[in-house]
């Protein structure tokens, strides 16, 4: 019924930019939170940035002055913006929307991951 639709990974160097974008569609009435996660190998997935409806974000320690998260209602996008990138941001991005459809159900949504690799 809801489809996330994710884009923008791949492979820079270290300290340059790149910007995740993840676009639901289907059947939404309303959606709350957006956020960010990511799994990096052998390690277990961590939440990266998370925005609410009301645009309050919060940001792992790791990630604080480097990346934002943002959203754009009208088009049920969540984007990350991510700059001065490290080799330790190389990882799996999934995106996350909590999403309620016209039948009222309500639950969470992942996108299909998008690989993002920091290498010189």
């Known amino acids: 019924q809801v489809q996330l639709m994710e884009s923008g990974g791949g492979l820079v160097q270290p300290g340059e930019s790149l910007r995740l974008s993840c676009a639901a569609s289907?059947?939404?009435?309303?959606?709350?939170?957006m956020g960010w996660y990511r799994q990096a190998p052998g390690k277990q997935r961590e939440l990266v940035a998370r925005?609410?409806?009301?645009?309050?974000?919060n940001y792992a320690d790791s990630v604080k002055g480097r990346f934002t998260i943002s959203r754009d209602n009208a088009k049920n996008t969540v984007i990350l913006q991510m700059i001065s990138l490290k080799p330790e941001d190389t990882a799996v991005y999934y995106c996350?929307?909590?999403?309620?459809?016209?039948?009222?159900?309500?639950?969470?949504?992942w996108g299909q991951g998008t690989q993002v690799t920091v290498s010189s």
């Open positions: 289907g059947n939404i009435f309303s959606i709350d939170d």
């Open positions: 996350i929307q909590q999403v309620q459809t016209y039948d009222k159900r309500y639950r969470a949504y």
């Open positions: 925005i609410t409806n009301g645009g309050s974000t």
